[in-house]
Every structure is written in C-alpha cells, then in structure tokens.
T-cell receptor, first 109, second 115 residues
C-alpha cells in the first residue's frame, strides 16, 4: 500500500492569510492530484501535476510537484471562506489512485 | 453535478439487514470504484472495475459484495454489517487508460449508519 501523509491534518486561519499544505510519500507516482471535498459531497478534482518540479496555478492556488515525483504542496494565497473544505492529495499509478490522509481547512471570516 | 449519482444518500440499517447501494455514471467512463471514507482515516479503496471486470479487491470483508452489470452502473450489496462499517461510501468513475492525467469523478456518497 502506498501511503501519502498530509500535513497539517487540521488548519484554522483567518480570511486573507496564506497557507501551505504538504503531501509526502516514499513512493513515486505517474502524477499527483489534489481534490477538495465539501461536507455532504464527494471530492472534486482541482489539479493534476505530472512532471517532476511542475508548478501549476489556479487563481489563488499554487500546486507544486516534487522533483522526484514523491511529494507535492498546495499553497493558497489570501484565503477566503469559500476555500473551507477537506483537501486530499492522490498519487496516481495507472488506474490506481492512492489518497492522502487529508487536511481539513477552515477559513474564518 | 459531476455526472456520477449515488442512491440512497443516507441509509440506516440493522446488523441483520440486507441493502444495496447504487451508483450510476453518465460520463461514458470505463472504470468505476467504491471507496469507504471514515472519520480521521484516509479514503480506503474497496473495489475497482475496469470494463466491467473487477481488477482490484483490497481485502474487503465478504459482507460487502460489489456488482457491475454494465459500464454505467455499480452496486454494493451489504449484508450482516457491523457498526464499524458505518461510514461515507463514495463511488467514482474514470476514463480508464488515459495515462497520468486520468481523473476520477466522484458521486456525493451514501452516508451509512449501522445500528
């Protein structure tokens, strides 16, 4: 079983602050994905990073894939209450998706 | 709306009951998945079907029985469950064989409570 550890597990910040969430593994993946899950819903894909060292930006969210394709980070600039949710990373190998432990983010207005 | 629907959204059952969860996808995908999501635990992959054949069964107890009659439908049959089986059960689909850009689309889940 490929294990992906996310940190921090819980994060509560004020609106407007910046934050970074980390996803670490000892395994190499073909790609790494980030999902956000809101209460009562399933996870929704935010981004896929494929190349080692790749950086992708989605408005205020910046995603980076580690050079060795084992780890990733998600940075949110000027967090908004709408960013509240559970953030999940997932390592992808073929049709297999290995999910991380999750980071629960609360942005306080 | 992700194109993946699950019914029922909530289910309460006794340990001796038999029930089934249903998942349907309208995306033309070839792979479907069942996951279990419990509090404070990572998403646990239970079963994977690709082109209607089961390709993964992650040591799931036999009280959970999957069925994939066609590429659009996936069922999870439940019988003699235990209270620790209470969780959110998520269905997902993906366009199998798309390489590293492969993306999963999740349904809203079924919140199961076993009394």
């Amino acid at each position: 079983t490929q294990l992906l550890e996310q940190s921090p597990q819980f994060l509560s910040i004020q609106e407007g602050e910046n934050l970074t969430v980390y996803c670490n593994s000892s395994s190499v993946f073909s790609s790494l994905q980030w999902y956000r899950q809101e209460p009562g819903e399933g996870p929704v894909l935010l981004v896929t990073v494929v190349t080692g060292g790749e950086v992708k930006k989605l408005k205020r969210l910046t995603f980076q894939f580690g050079d060795a394709r084992k780890d990733s980070s998600l940075h949110i600039t000027a967090a908004q209450p709408g960013d509240t949710g559970l953030y999940l990373c997932a390592g992808v190998t073929g049709n297999q998706f290995y999910f991380g432990t999750g980071t629960s983010l609360t942005v306080i207005p | 709306e992700t194109g993946v629907t699950q019914t029922p959204r909530h289910l309460v059952m006794g340990m001796t009951n038999k029930k089934s969860l249903k998942c349907e996808q309208h995306l033309g995908h070839n792979a479907m998945y069942w996951y279990k999501q419990s509090a404070k635990k990572p998403l646990e992959l239970m079963f994977v079907y690709s082109l209607e054949e089961r390709v993964e069964n992650n040591s799931v107890p036999s009280r959970f029985s999957p069925e994939c009659p066609n590429s659009s439908h996936l069922f999870l049959h439940l019988h003699t469950l235990q209270p620790e089986d209470s969780a959110l059960y998520l269905c997902a689909s993906s366009p199998a064989g798309q390489g590293p850009e492969n993306e999963q689309f999740f349904g809203p889940g079924t919140r199961l409570t076993v009394l």
